[in-house]
Structure formats: C-alpha cells, structure tokens
C-alpha cells in the first residue's frame, strides 16, 4: 500500500511564508520523482513543483524565485517552501509520487497521491 501525507497548510497573509511537508510511505516510498500539484475551486489541477531523486528541480512559471521543493530520500519525506505568498496561490495543494524520470509536469503521470492540504492566502 501507498501512503502519501500532507501537512502544513493554513490562513496566512499576502506576503507571508507557508511550508507544506508530506511523509510518504508503502511502495511510494521507492519512487524516483516526487511533485507538489494544485488544485483551486473550479479549476483543474495544476502543476507546482518537482523533484526527482537527485535533487533535480522543476517549478511552474508562477511560483519560480518563490516556493522550493526539497526531498530527504533516507526520511522518505518531501516538502514545499513557499515564500512571498500571493491570494493567486489559494487552492488544496497535493503531493504526488511516481516512479517514471524524468519528472513529469501532468497529474495524470502520477501514480500515488496524498489527500490534499489546504492554503488559503489573504489579500
């Protein structure tokens, strides 16, 4: 069985700082590319960030210079800085693992995924 788990999500002002961390476990545990996708009311899932097993990183335009992704492979835990947070960052933010490489930027190119943990960002 696969387990993701988020954490760390919240009400934080514009401009503030939120650090999501999701613990993953079960086969999930041994996947090469770890991700952060997103998801707010009516939209579809979008993606964030990605992290393969190397370290190597991938960001959506929207959130370069601001949010960093970073993993601990011997805790299998991963987690997402987010800095300078703006209301355009609200929505339910999920991580997702896979075993393909490299990184994929589609939802539907991952297998495992958390239940989500939500950031809501006031202006």
């Known amino acids: 069985q696969a387990l993701l788990s988020e954490s760390g999500g919240g009400l934080v002002q514009a401009g503030g700082s939120l650090r999501l961390s999701c613990a993953v476990s079960?086969?999930?545990?041994?996947?090469?590319?770890r991700a952060w996708f997103r998801q707010a009311p009516g939209k579809e899932r979008e993606f964030v960030a990605a992290?393969?097993?190397?370290?190597?990183?991938n960001y959506a335009d929207s959130v370069k210079g601001r949010f960093t992704i970073s993993r601990d492979n011997a805790k299998n835990t991963m987690a997402l800085q987010m800095n300078s947070l703006k209301p355009e960052d609200t929505a339910r933010y999920y991580c997702?693992?896979?075993?393909?490489?490299?990184?994929?930027?589609?939802?539907?190119?991952?297998?495992?995924w958390g239940q989500g943990t939500q950031v809501t960002v006031s202006s």
């Open positions: 997702a693992a896979d075993d393909r490489t490299p990184p994929r930027l589609r939802p539907r190119d991952y297998e495992f």
């Open positions: 079960g086969r999930a545990s041994r996947t090469y590319t």
């Open positions: 992290i393969s097993w190397s370290g190597t990183t």
